[in-house]
């Protein structure tokens, strides 16, 4: 065992990182293992044993769905395995150590979520009602942040419309940059939400309406383009993001407004009892 002034440093380090991954709805970090007077090959082998105490690989818990593009994280993460080992043990163990560790970790998944045997269960008679709430604004945390992001790159209309293109293609674009905007500031009061909001959700009811007028537009313009153009946007999809073709920006960007609108109803749905 280290010194007390080492255990009081790792004490201060530990309460740091408990505030870093402190996730809803489970249990804080347990506390990291003392690493001081260890090989690496046995600093390693402490450190992936706490690691899997903590984190998991999503394929074991977390919500999969192909049509949305992959993982719910609806327990938190997801997090980097460097991000995590670096951010616990960078003070403890050494660079090879660490980098040695972090490399088989990437091998099993880059990201991982908290472990499944940290997770609280609710009290008793109220776990439909916090299940329900945390997940669904879990989720619009998640389709807001994707928005947010995705919004800041948008596509310039493709060269040559208006001179030789077909007629149904003479409207570039669904979304103007007022709508663009508008849906901007729609995420922003969404990101802001907390679990139970003071005002009994009516700032995201109110932001639901507008951000269906949206993606009604769009919901219309995609309709126009026809199915080859749906079936080319799918498989635009499987490339990067930032290499995406208009098309398939539009019709990722119409999925996460529909699943923004669900996430949004089914919260406030969940929490309307709370308040009546």
């Known amino acids: 065992m280290g010194d007390g002034h080492a255990q009081d440093a790792m004490k201060a380090h530990y309460e740091r990182v408990r505030e870093v991954y402190d996730e809803a709805q489970h249990d804080p970090l347990s506390f990291p293992p003392d690493l001081d007077g260890l090989s ?34 609806i327990w938190g993460g997801p997090y980097g395995t460097r991000d995590v080992v670096e951010t616990v043990f960078s003070d403890f163990a050494s660079e090879n150590a660490i980098a040695e560790l ?15 045997s940290r997770r609280q269960s609710p009290e008793e008679g ?21 928005i947010e992001q995705a919004l800041s790159k948008v596509p310039e209309p493709p060269v ?3 001179h030789n293109m077909p007629p149904e293609l003479l409207e570039p674009v669904p979304l103007d940059e007022n709508d663009v905007e508008e849906i901007k500031g729609v995420v922003s009061i969404l990101k802001a939400q907390p679990l139970n909001p003071s005002d009994q959700g009516k700032s995201a009811l109110e932001a639901l309406t507008k951000l269906e007028t949206k993606r009604e537009k769009l919901a219309a313009w995609l309709l126009k383009q026809g199915e080859v153009f749906t079936t080319e946007a799918v498989k635009e999809a499987g490339k990067e993001f930032g290499k995406w073709a ?15 609108s669900q996430a949004i109803g089914g919260w406030l749905d969940a929490i309307k009892e709370s308040f009546f």
């Not at 090959?41 to 192909?66: G, K, L, Q």
């Not at 972090?102 to 499944?116: A, G, N, Y």
């Not at 604004?137 to 389709?143: D, T």
């Open 40 to 73: 690496d090959d046995d600093a390693i082998e402490e450190m992936r044993e706490w690691f899997f105490e903590n984190f998991e690989n999503p394929v074991e818990s977390t919500p999969f769905e192909s049509a949305e593009g992959g993982y719910i994280y």
């Open 102 to 116: 972090v490399e088989k970790l990437d091998r099993e998944s880059p990201d991982w979520v908290p472990s499944s």
């Open 126 to 146: 109220d776990e439909e009602e916090i299940l329900g709430a945390e997940e669904f604004h879990a989720q619009m945390l998640k389709r807001t942040s994707a």
């Open 160 to 162: 040559g419309i208006g």
């Open 246 to 260: 208009p098309r398939a920006f539009w019709f990722w960007l119409m999925i996460q407004l529909t699943g923004l």
